[in-house]
């Protein structure tokens, strides 16, 4: 019988709270409940920089190989959608530390299920489903800096029409960042290499994400997400993915003007110009 690992819960906790601990004490001496009382956003974002830091370094002791690559991708993939969105760089930097921490509730999911090749079985992907709820329960009571990302983390399953997990929560209900966590999380799934399946072509994933807008997706966040992709070819996104194939500019750079329009139009959300 597969049971989840409390002690390791338990143990990711504190040491999340250590390294949060240390690293104000470095930058400033801040108590933790105050982290966002501060004189300028630039402070506070340098503030938010050096925990990210921190908070990295702490992540890369717990986590596996693959989810550690798979966050890593999935920071420069909200960053990307928080600019084309025009967020300020204090909410950029809490976008980052909430893809930081989406999958940290895994510490205590047991390793044959993350790494098991083919399909789940049912009650494994009950185990699985609990992660988003026991991320929270790692986060809450850590002070204020990381009860503004649990609610986060906790809802990036959940769905735009109400479908996901754990609360069903639907529309504007779920938080913004974590409708941004949900595409692009979805987006790095269908491209990348994973131990349960071969990655899509970029032409079909994104093309999966319009078929999906409205249902398991916000068009909004879908359309900007596909106007940062098409229309920024060379952000770096390469630097996200495997070197062995040029996601960032070799098949989209074959859609044409024309069919980029439709995707976007297809979403139903964006600013589309002739």
Known sequence: M?????TATLRCKNFLRQALAQTLERYGHTPTPYIFETTSRE????????????????????????????????ISLVQAIGRQSGLPDTDLVILRLSALLHDIGKVAIPSEILQKHGSLNEEERRLIRLHPQIGWDILEGNGELFEHIAPI????????DGSGYPFGLSGETIPYFARILTVADSYDAMVSYRVYGKPLPILSACQELVNCAGHQYDPQIVGAFLEMLIGERSIQ????????RNLATGELEQVGEEYARLLLQSAGCVRVSA
């Open 43 to 74: 402070n506070l974002a340098y503030r938010l920089y050096a925990i990210e830091s921190a908070i990295s370094d702490t992540l890369s002791l717990w986590c596996d190989q693959e989810t550690c690559k798979h966050t890593l991708r999935l």
């Open 2 to 6: 597969l049971l989840i690992n409390g």
């Open 237 to 244: 996104l390469h630097s996200c993915f495997s070197s062995r």
């Open 153 to 160: 983390v906790v809802a990036h399953h959940e769905a735009w």
